[in-house]
């Protein structure tokens, strides 16, 4: 198949996927009840799926970089949504923590944001994919089961769990494991990618609430090139 035409069906089928995963999740708030908390982390952790979408990418034409129109669309409607949106809107239900669309200039927003970055100047990279995977997936679980399931809690910066942590090492661990494999597996090294998941925990456990989808990244991508 042509690389430009397959490019463009892959980023074609990104936009069906996340368009269509808040649909649902929207579905699951407004009819089965769901806590927007959840359907907020599980978004998350949807989207930060998407780098799965880079073991399809063409790498022989400069299309390859559509990966991220998705990103970029959302950049713009979270701001749009941020300012303007009504309390029925989808994104407002299921991406933020109680329904105030103020919330979507912050976490949601720098996410797509480093996303954006990981899908141009980290494109299929060692420290790209572990940033997201760890972002997508560890940080995604973590406020789950810390608030559900953590009673041995602890602050830094603001209020975490042991419990909370320790589920975003192994996820964290277990994702970026499988991303790696997936998209450059020359690349997997288990023992780094655990150190990295180990920082990325630590860093996730010393954040400021809103900031930590920028520096989870940061810090990973900035271990990745030590």
Known sequence: MNPFIQNIIITAITFIYVFGLVAVMNFCVIRLNLPQDISRKLTHIGAGSLIGF?????????????????FV?????????????????????????????????????????????????FYKTFPGIMAIATLGWGDGI???????????????????????????????????????????????????IFLLCLVATVVEACSPKEIDNILIPSAVILGSMI
Not at 154 to 163: A, F, G, M, T
């Open 54 to 70: 880079l073991a399809l990418y063409n790498d022989l034409h400069w299309s390859k970089y559509l990966n991220v129109t998705i």
């Open 73 to 121: 669309v959302w950049i713009i409607l979270l701001i749009q949504k941020g300012l303007f949106a009504s309390d029925e809107d989808e994104a407002v239900k299921t991406m933020t923590r109680n329904g105030d669309k103020t919330e979507l200039l912050k976490g949601p927003l720098y996410f797509v944001i480093v996303a954006t970055i990981c899908g141009t100047l």
């Open 142 to 192: 973590a406020p789950i089961v810390g608030s559900r399931y953590g009673r041995l809690k602890y602050e830094v910066l603001s209020n975490k769990s042991v419990e909370g942590s320790l589920s975003m090492l192994i996820v964290a661990f277990a994702a970026s494991t499988f991303f790696v494999w997936l998209i450059i597996p020359t690349e997997l090294n288990i023992l780094r």
